[in-house]
C-alpha cells in the first residue's frame, strides 16, 4: 500500500514514528515534510506583523509543493496527523486528483483555538478515518461532521529511546535527581514546578532559560534546553519521579508523554489525576 505521510521530519516528531512503523509494517511510505527548509524559510521568522505575512506565503508555497509531490507518488493513503499550515484545498484536490484515502491522527485538540487551524476543521468533513487519543473528543468530532471517529490513544516506540540522539555518556551521576520534568517552558508549566523549586529538581526543555526571571527559584535547577532520545530515557531512568504536566485541554485523558514515562521506565510517573489514566491505561498506585 502506498500511504503518504505528511508532517516535520525530525527524528523525534509524532510523523516520523508513524512512517517508520508503517514501513516496518509494509508500506510504501513517502514521508513528505511540510516544515521544510527553503529560500522562503527566512520569511517564517520576520519581526512584528510582517510575521504573519511570511509564513503565510511560506504556507501557500508549501501547500503548492505538497499538491505536486501528491500527484507525483499517488498515495493509496494520505496520512495527516496535523500538518495545519497545509491549505485545506490543497488537501482536497490532492485527493480529488489521486482518489486517496484521507486518514488523519490528531495529536493535539482539534477544537482549541491555539492548537489548530481552519485548514484543520475544513478537512474533518472529507476525513475517511479520524483518530483521536482522547475518548471526550469523540462524540464533538462526530457532530462536526467526520464520517468516522476511532478511539486510538497514544504508543510508546523503544527503539528511538534506545540509542537515537543520545549525546551524553551513561553516568548515573550526571541524571541522579529526585524529581525530573522534560518539555517546553509556559506559564502554566512554570507555575506548576514552583511548589517543587527547594526539592533536587531537573527541568530540561526550549524556552526555560529564556522566559524564567533572574529571580525565579526554578532557575538554576534548569539543566538543559531540551532532550530526545536516548538521552530523554536516562534522564527519567535517573529521577526517583518524573512529573508529567497533563494540561487542562487533555481533559479526562492522556498525553504522549505519559505513555513515554511509562515505556522507559525508572522514576514513578506524577500527574494530573483522569479516569482513563489511572482506570484504563495503567494501575493507578502502581505505574502512576
Known amino acids: ?12 516528531s509524532y510523523e516520523t514514528w508513524c512512517a517508520t512503523l508503517l514501513r516496518e509494517a509494509g508500506g510504501d511510505v513517502l514521508h513528505w515534510d511540510n516544515h521544510r527548509r527553503n529560500l522562503l524559510s527566512p520569511l517564517t521568522r520576520l519581526p512584528g506583523d510582517l510575521r504573519r505575512l ?16 501528491c500527484k507525483r507518488f499517488k498515495p493509496e493513503v494520505l496520512f495527516v496527523p496535523k500538518a495545519d499550515n497545509i491549505h485545506s484545498r490543497a488537501v482536497r484536490e490532492a485527493i ?42 469523540v462524540d464533538a468530532l462526530r457532530s462536526a461532521g467526520c ?15 534506545a540509542v537515537h540522539g543520545a549525546t551524553s555518556p551513561p553516568d548515573a551521576e550526571t541524571w541522579r535527581c529526585d524529581i525530573c520534568f522534560v518539555g517546553t517552558w509556559d506559564a502554566d508549566r512554570e507555575r506548576a514546578l514552583l511548589p517543587l ?25 534548569v539543566r538543559s534546553d531540551g532532550l530526545y532520545g536516548g538521552d530523554m530515557a536516562r534522564a527519567y531512568a ?22 513515554e514515562i511509562a515505556g ?22 502502581a505505574d502512576l
Open 197 to 221: 523549586a527547594g526539592r533536587s529538581l531537573a527541568i530540561h526543555g526550549p524556552g526555560w532559560r529564556a522566559n524564567c526571571s533572574r529571580e525565579s527559584p526554578l532557575r538554576p535547577h
Open 1 to 12: 500500500m502506498k500511504i503518504m505521510v505528511l508532517g516535520p521530519a525530525l527524528p523525534w
Open 238 to 259: 535517573g529521577a526517583a519521579i518524573v512529573f508529567n504536566h497533563l494540561r487542562d485541554h487533555n481533559g479526562s485523558a492522556h498525553n504522549h508523554r505519559t505513555m
Open 147 to 161: 464520517r468516522r471517529v476511532e478511539y486510538l490513544p497514544f504508543g510508546f516506540y523503544p527503539p528511538y529511546y
Open 54 to 69: 511570511g509564513q503565510g506565503i511560506y504556507d501557500s508555497n508549501a501547500s503548492m509543493a505538497f499538491y505536486r509531490a
Open 96 to 137: 480529488e486528483s489521486t482518489r486517496a484515502r484521507l486518514v488523519i491522527w490528531y495529536p493535539d485538540n482539534p477544537f482549541r483555538a491555539d492548537q489548530t487551524s481552519m485548514n484543520v476543521i475544513r478537512n474533518l468533513r472529507r476525513c475517511d478515518i479520524f483518530y483521536i487519543w482522547g475518548k471526550f473528543l
Open 264 to 285: 522507559i521506565g525508572g522514576g514513578v510517573q506524577v500527574v494530573r489525576r483522569t479516569p482513563e489514566q489511572a482506570g484504563e491505561l495503567f494501575t493507578e498506585g
